[in-house]
């Protein structure tokens, strides 16, 4: 099967002005997706028939069509959703942990409280510093100190690396001393219209998290999002009252490739409430949409029991949907005596990091907690996109983040950073796995340049790269094979035909390794003002 | 004139159309990089056509409403009451059908940890049931109490979940039933099902209830007061009343219903692991309840009962072998009767599941129950189950001849509880199928 890295979509979409393989600000390097519009309407979704209507609506039917949001280099424009980070730059181990916070979290000095929380299952309430920051304060179970806080935490430097709009999410200690009840703050009444807050409600929400042994409470401040709420984005479709929300979501390579992050750090709970658009006003009153990830107290080794609280993973979490018919189907009439293969998973648990391991995982198997259209449309150029992103977390990236977490027991941390590390290393050895995982590819000299991501990970040793060379006519799309220019090299480098062409095409498989290294990597170079630069990329899947 | 007309108006179009233009290129300009020609001006021009047809987001209908339950602008269907009267659709006895009524209930009346609870219930077939608590009654959190329908078989404490248990409850209750279609079939193991009669069983109760959680696993519970019965001809129409086809010998107590006064001690152990949905774990229940007969004398008895269950997983937690053992005598006092309405029965939906409700009654009752049961999913069980037991005159008899039956079983299930059920059973008499939204056992 063949990938186009030209988005299949906007060909069909765009008026027939041109037939060109190439564009002249081919690769797209910056989606300006910001044009500026009135605000959009508030969604809010609920969140069970959330779950019943991915169960059962929104499901594929055959293979999916390419995505659509990538450059001709099948990268991902940076973008409102998304901006390229670790992806395309080195990251210092400072940069990662500092993550996208802007300050040191809440101000020192008297916190008021200006509303109480209503929705998730964590206790919370709102607050605001002495700066005037606002702050949504969230807690860990008496039971499981430091276990959500540190998820939520960790999982925000992961993902904001990784390249996603995240908010800033700080571990902070306070004392009950510290908080002030606003005249004005109100607690929600299941059933009833908000009332008043009363120091007994604080006293309540207080009274079921964890204390330190000096009286401090340990909570996860997350700051205010700079923006107008619209609620969360959906993964299918587009948000109609949005003009630059051009490309649905399903076929948006960002959101697909984030089933690879969030099987890696075990977020289940990437679903759309736990995602929040903001209305990003200009200074004309108009505005756009930027798209944020939120709320990743539940990844990782946290999660939610039975009875909607905090807690270490459910053993489904990853491994089965709420709904999913197969396993229910197979049991019911097996007698019970076919069992899921993960409940017999034995887990390293730890209080502080709950239930993570990197054993029976697999990364193309893992599942959040019911269907995510993107996610289902995920091809194998789409994972192997984000596998390129997780390959570039190194180990002492994946420990420094860890680190974040503020763990008190340092052999928790040791394990979860182990277990990231091994879980990072089954996602590079499947997905540079299902395709020739060449990348880096530049021109050096009078050669193009490149590195097989699959062999530089350990996975089989190349013995040759098969070549050939094509000329490209840009203006039809006609390519013609270049006479004698095929061959092979040994090296990760092939030299470039003579002539003056203004477009070559080079494919190249790789001879060794793995059986899926053969398929193709068509490279396009275009000479511009006598400089030759990679143009193009498709990869057969 | 027309001519300087057209000419003014073709001046004006052209305006609009250079500051048409002018927008256009001020825009434009702004975006250099996104120049006719470009991908970005291809992409530029995706957006540009979606901004003739904005639509807001609007959710559908039932997502509208699940939205408002979750936002807690409205409470849950099971949460409507007005001034604490909460409107409710159940059943009320084996045989009732589905009886309407209203439950009052204010838990923690003025933060005094007192409780006051009633209830009026009136079914399809006739069946009436009222009653009202007020004490500090077995509860969890704002949920309704866990309170004796029936007198004897509650084991209140016990009932409640882990971590909720009232150290201490004690409260006054009175209870009043009206059944009218109460299967009597004879007394003993050979009664026949041709022999269907049917009476009207009235009685009332007024009781003080007593109990303390002396550890997390067990709890001791008395209760005492004073039962007023009345028993009067079946209403369903299908069958001979029991005073048309029985004797007072064949079934005691037909012709004349003393009032008892009634004193019972439970001693209850529990090490389930969730008393309402358990996967493994046991529990023991011992209860002797006597009835002193204020009348002639003639039907005081004293009744002895156990019941212990154990739950055993099978290799996995999607496997558990439920086991239950019940066994009840009834001894009378100075050579009298115990009175038919008031003898323990077998048939119906928790105990022989192959036979239909009250099918047998007599003053000894042994039950044995087994379910292999397996979850498909954790909401999602089935279970094979085996019922046998019998009923008898003397406790010598009652374990030879069990009846006995075999089915399938399907239950839906929360976390804590057994939301529905759906059990089919095949006992000597044919099939029997029941729907319960509780659990067996």
Known sequence: ????????????????????????????????????????????????????????????????????????????????????????????????????????????????????????????????????????????????????????????????????????????YFRREQLVIAPDAKVPVRGAKKRKMMPADLDSILARV????????????????????????????????????????????????????????????????????????????????KHYLIDFSSALGSGSDAARQIAPQNPRAGNEYILELKPIVKTAFSFGLWERPWRKVKYETYTEVGRIEAEFFEPQVWRPEYPNPAFERMRLADAFWAARIVSRFSDEAVRALVGAGEFSDAEAERHLADTLIRRRDKIVAYYFRQLNPLAELRIEGDALAFANLGERAGLARVEAYEYEWHVLENRTGRLDPLPAAKGESVEPRLALPPGGHSYLMARIRTRGGETAWRKAVDVYIRKEGGVLNVVGIEREE | MIRRDMSRLASGALALLIMALAAAAQETAERPDEDPGTRAHEWRQLRERRFAKLVPYEAGLVEKQVLGFEKAERPSILDLNLLGFYPRIQSIAHGSRTAG??????????????????????????????????????????????????????????????????????????????????????????????????????????????????????????????????????????????????????????????????????????RRDKPANPKRGAMAALQVTHLEDRGSEAF??????????????????????????????????????????????????????????????????????????????????????????????????????????????????????????????????????????????
């Open chain 1, 1 to 172: 099967m063949r990938l186009f890295s030209i988005p299949a979509l906007v060909l069909a979409s765009a008026p027939a002005t041109h037939a060109q393989r190439f564009l002249p600000d081919d690769p797209l390097r910056v989606d300006r997706d910001d044009l500026p519009i009135e605000k959009p309407g508030v969604v809010e979704l609920a969140t069970a028939w959330d779950v019943v209507e991915h169960s059962f609506w929104h499901r594929p039917s055959g293979s999916a069509p390419p995505a659509v949001n990538v450059n001709t280099l099948g990268e991902v424009p940076d973008s409102s959703w998304f901006e390229n980070r670790i992806g395309a730059r080195e990251m210092s181990i400072e940069e990662l942990v500092r993550g996208p916070n802007q300050v040191a979290g809440p101000a020192p000095g008297p916190w008021t409280i200006t509303a109480g929380k209503s929705q998730g299952i964590t206790p919370g309430f709102t607050i605001r510093d002495d700066r005037g920051d606002v702050y949504f304060l969230k807690f860990d179970p008496i039971p499981y100190p430091n276990l959500s806080t540190a998820a939520d935490v960790i999982g925000t430097k992961f993902f904001h690396a990784i390249g996603y709009f995240v908010p800033e999410n700080y571990i902070a």
């Open chain 1, 210 to 289: 964890p204390h330190l042994p000096d009286g401090r409470v340990r909570c996860i401040a997350s700051r205010l999002l700079p923006g107008e709420p619209l609620g969360p984005h959906k993964y299918w479709g587009t948000r109609r009252d949005d003009p630059n929300d051009a490309f649905p979501h399903e076929h948006r390579r960002d959101l697909r490739g984030y089933r690879v992050f969030s099987a890696w750090l075990n977020h289940d709970d990437s679903r759309s409430v736990n995602s929040q658009d903001l209305f990003v006003r200009d200074a004309d009153g108009k505005g756009h949409v």
């Open chain 2, 101 to 270: 009524g209203v439950r009052f209930w204010k838990p923690d009346i003025g933060s005094t940890r007192l409780d006051a609870h009633g209830s009026v219930f009136y079914s399809i077939y006739g069946y009436e049931f009222y009653d009202v608590q007020f004490g500090r009654l077995p509860h969890s959190g704002k949920s309704f109490p866990l309170r004796s329908t029936q007198g004897v078989e509650v084991y209140e404490l016990g009932n409640l979940a882990p971590g909720h248990r009232t150290a201490l409850i004690l409260y006054g209750s009175a209870r009043y039933q009206h059944y009218p279609r109460t299967r009597f079939y004879g007394t003993g193991p050979d009664s026949q099902a041709e022999d269907q009669t049917t009476f009207l069983d009235q009685r009332a109760y007024y009781e003080l209830v007593g109990g303390v959680q002396l550890s997390p696993h067990f709890s001791l519970t008395a209760r005492g007061g004073y039962v007023q019965a009345f028993v009067g001809p079946g209403e369903d129409e299908r069958f001979p009343t029991t005073q048309e086809a029985f004797t007072d010998a064949q079934a005691p107590g037909l012709e004349a219903q003393p009032d008892f006064l009634l004193v019972s001690g439970q001693a209850f152990w529990d």
């Open chain 2, 300 to 441: 005081g008895f004293t009744r002895i009962a156990g019941d212990v269950r154990g739950f055993v997983p099978l290799g996995s937690v999607q496997r558990t072998l439920a086991l239950r053992s019940y066994l009840s005598s009834d001894d009378p006092e100075n050579g009298g009767s115990v009175p038919f309405y008031a003898q323990e029965t077998l048939g119906g939906s928790h105990t022989l599941r192959g036979f239909p409700s009250d099918r047998f009654r007599d003053t000894k009752v042994v039950l044995f129950q087994a379910e292999y049961r397996w979850e498909a999913s954790p909401a999602i069980e089935l279970a094979l189950f085996a019922d046998a037991g019998r009923v008898a005159p003397r406790v010598s008899e009652l374990f030879s001849d069990l009846e006995a039956d075999g089915g399938i079983g399907l239950r839906l299930k929360t976390n804590l509880n057994t939301a529905f059920r759906i059990d089919v059973a095949r006992g000597r008499e044919g099939w029997q199928a029941f729907a319960r939204f509780n659990s067996v056992f």
